[in-house]
């Protein structure tokens, strides 16, 4: 793998998932098989919009909503790294869609979706930047175990319930992915960067929400791609 990877900065009105699909669209145009690694979450409609693409599409997920989700044509309650051993087929296509920060073992995880990819699959995804005020704010909340009380006085505890697990943070950077995943066997990485304030300054209170809107016009400016909020990424088997 190159060791200075391809990163591409995108507009800040980028919508995030249709930016995916389209990557995902123009890079296996095929009918394909996907994997969604996280596939039991249900707070955004990006895998339905996938899978009116694709072929077949199963999902691994320790929650059990995994089993439910109308747009798998199987789910596994299990890890990937559970799944793996067990598999009996293959995918041109992984999906980790806000996922890496919840990895706890990344060397391990990336292995086990590399296992099953087919050569010249891809694992697609969308992680915070650990390099961003937001990854390094979460990040450190969670290590000084102050992260569902901090949660609990920004956002809803409704929202909390449905949709919070507990992060870890240790791949969420450009060069802590193309690390990992060169060395669980990915031939090249691919990053898109996104720096747009709306999808942060939900967990400030209204008065400090000039906070992210200034940031943002200032990365943008700036073109820094390393500290933008959100890494999509291409890991090619």
């Known amino acids: 793998m190159h060791p200075d990877p391809h990163v591409a900065r995108l507009a800040p ?35 339905a919009a996938v899978r009116s693409r694709v072929r077949r599409m199963v999902g691994v997920d320790p929650d059990p909503a995994v089993l439910s989700r ?29 996922v890496m920060e919840h990895v706890e073992a990344p060397g391990p995880f990336l292995e086990s979706v590399r296992s099953l990819l087919v050569d010249g699959g891809s694992c697609f995804g969308v992680t915070p930047n650990l390099w961003h005020y937001f990854g390094l704010a979460s990040a450190g909340a969670s ?56 999808m942060f300054e939900t967990y400030f209170p209204p008065v400090l929400r000039w906070g992210p809107r200034v940031y943002s016009r200032m990365i943008n400016r700036l073109g820094r791609p390393l500290l933008y909020g959100t890494l999509l990424f291409r890991l090619t088997a």
Request: glycine fraction near 8%; hydrophobic fraction near 40%; include cysteine.
């Open 70 to 98: 109308p747009w798998l044509d199987e789910g596994h309650q299990l890890l990937v790294e559970e799944y793996a051993p067990i598999a009996r087929e293959r995918f041109e296509v992984a999906l980790c869609v806000y």
């Open 13 to 47: 009105h980028t919508e995030q998932f249709s930016e995916l699909v389209g990557w995902i669209d123009s890079s296996h145009p095929g009918p394909i098989a996907v994997l969604d690694v996280g596939g039991g979450g249900g707070f955004y409609d990006f895998p």
């Open 143 to 198: 290590r000084l175990g102050i992260e569902d009380w901090l949660l609990h006085r920004l956002r809803p505890a409704e929202l909390i319930e449905a949709y919070h697990f507990p992060v870890h943070y240790r791949c969420n950077t450009v060069h802590q992915l193309c690390s990992t995943a060169r060395d669980a066997g990915f031939r090249s990485a691919e990053f898109r960067v996104l720096e747009q304030a709306a």
